[in-house]
C-alpha cells in the first residue's frame, strides 16, 4: 500500500550533483489544497465506495491514468478484489472520467488485488501488485503475499504475466514500487522484517530487467510489530537532486500519516533520517513536466481519491 511518480519522469527530473558538492537535502510540503479528482460513490450503486492504495502514469498521448483497490464499507481488505481505472486530459482536471474496473481477482488464484504500481519500459506497461494468499487463515498470520505482474500496451487491457508470481515474501508483501537508476532497477515493496520478527520493513530486491529480481535486503524498519508490516506501508521513492526520499505510510502509528527518509543510498534508509511528516495516507507523489509535482491521498475514511500540489524546499 504507497508517491507515484513514472520512473522514466523521476530520471528526467533528477540530476546530478556538481564535482565534489554535497547534494542539498530537500522538504515535501503540501502547497495547495486537495481536489477530490475521483469519488467512486459518484458512478456506483449501494454508496460507502471507498479507495486506497493505487497508482498513477501518463500515457504517450498526454492522458494521465490512475489505478488503485476499490471496495466500499465495512472494511475488508481480504474483499478488496478489483482495481478501479480512471482517467483525465490534466493533472490538474478536477472530475477524472471512470473506466469501471481495470483488473478482477482471478477465483481460486488470487485472494486480493492490492496496491498495483504502473511503468512504462520499452514501450511496454507493467503493473506490478500483489494477490494475497490462498490458505485459509492467511489474513491472521505473516502470510506470504505474492508479487505478480500484468502488461499492456494501452493501459486498457491487462495480461497477466505467466511468470506469476515474481516472487514472494511475508507479511503479506505488498505496495510495489519500482525505480530504474544508473541501469538497474529497484523493487522496494512492505514486508515484515521476517517470519518470526515482525516489525513493519521496507524490503528492495534489485534486477537487470523486470522480470528476474535479487533476494531481498531490508531497506528501512520501524519498531511496530504485526503481522502484516502496517506501520511501513505504501513505499515510494523520489530521486531528485543527487538524494533519495523514502515515502512511508504509518497506517498503524496513525491512520493518515506520511513519513519521509532521505539517504544517498537507495538501498538503506536509517531511520532516524527522517526528513518530515505529511498528514496523507498510502500518498502518490506525481510529477509533470509543465504543471510541477502532486501529492494524493485516500483511504477508507475519505470516499475516494484527492490531490493536491507539492513543493520541495531547501532544507537551511
Keep these: 500500500m504507497k508517491i507515484t511518480l513514472v520512473s522514466t519522469i523521476v530520471l528526467l527530473v533528477s540530476s546530478m550533483t556538481a564535482s565534489g558538492q554535497k547534494p542539498a537535502l530537500e522538504i515535501p510540503e503540501i502547497s495547495g489544497p486537495f481536489v477530490h479528482i475521483f469519488d467512486p460513490n459518484d458512478t456506483r450503486e449501494g454508496g460507502n465506495w471507498y479507495t486506497n492504495d493505487h497508482t498513477f502514469i ?4 498526454g492522458t494521465w491514468h490512475a489505478f488503485g483497490i476499490i471496495h466500499h464499507l465495512p472494511v475488508s481488505p ?18 477524472w472520467e471512470d473506466h469501471g474496473y481495470a483488473l478482477t481477482a482471478k477465483p481460486g488464484v488470487e ?16 503493473m506490478f ?23 499492456s500496451n494501452d493501459l486498457y487491457t491487462w495480461t497477466r504475466h505467466d511468470r506469476n508470481p515474481l516472487f514472494s515474501d511475508p507479511g ?8 530504474k537508476y544508473k541501469g538497474k532497477y ?6 515484515v522484517f521476517n517470519e518470526v520478527d515482525l516489525r513493519s520493513s521496507v524490503a528492495v530486491r534489485t534486477g537487470n530487467d523486470l522480470l528476474h529480481w535479487s533476494g531481498a535486503k531490508i531497506a528501512h524498519v520501524q519498531p511496530f510489530k504485526v503481522n502484516w508490516g502496517g506501520d511501513a506501508e505504501s513505499s515510494f521513492v523520489v530521486h531528485k537532486n543527487g538524494m533519495f526520499y523514502l515515502f512511508i505510510c504509518r497506517a498503524m502509528t496513525s491512520y493518515n500519516r506520511t513519513d519521509v527518509y532521505y539517504s544517498k543510498d537507495p538501498e538503506n534508509f536509517p531511520v532516524e533520517n527522517l526528513v518530515c511528516t ?8 506525481v510529477y509533470d513536466k509543465k504543471e510541477g509535482w502532486f501529492i494524493s491521498n485516500t483511504g477508507w ?4 481519491l484527492s490531490l493536491a500540489p507539492l513543493q520541495w524546499k531547501i532544507k537551511e
Aim: glycine letters at 4%; a positive charge; hydrophobic letters at 35%.
Design 186 to 191: 529497484y523493487y522496494y515493496y512492505t514486508k
Design 58 to 61: 501518463k500515457a504517450k498521448d
Design 111 to 126: 485472494r486480493v488485488l492490492w496496491a498495483p504500481y504502473i511503468l512504462k519500459d520499452h514501450g511496454l506497461y507493467y
Design 278 to 285: 505529511l498528514p496523507v495516507h498510502a500518498a502518490e507523489v
Design 172 to 179: 503479506h508483501a505488498r505496495d510495489s514500487y519500482i525505480m
Design 78 to 95: 481480504w474483499n478488496e478484489t478489483r482495481f478501479f481505472h480512471i482517467t483525465a486530459k490534466s493533472i490538474k482536471q478536477s472530475k
Design 301 to 304: 475514511d475519505k470516499k475516494g
Design 129 to 151: 501488485y500483489n494477490i494475497g494468499n490462498m490458505q485459509e487463515n492467511a489474513p491472521n498470520y505473516a502470510s506470504w503475499g505474492q508479487l505478480c505482474l500484468a502488461t
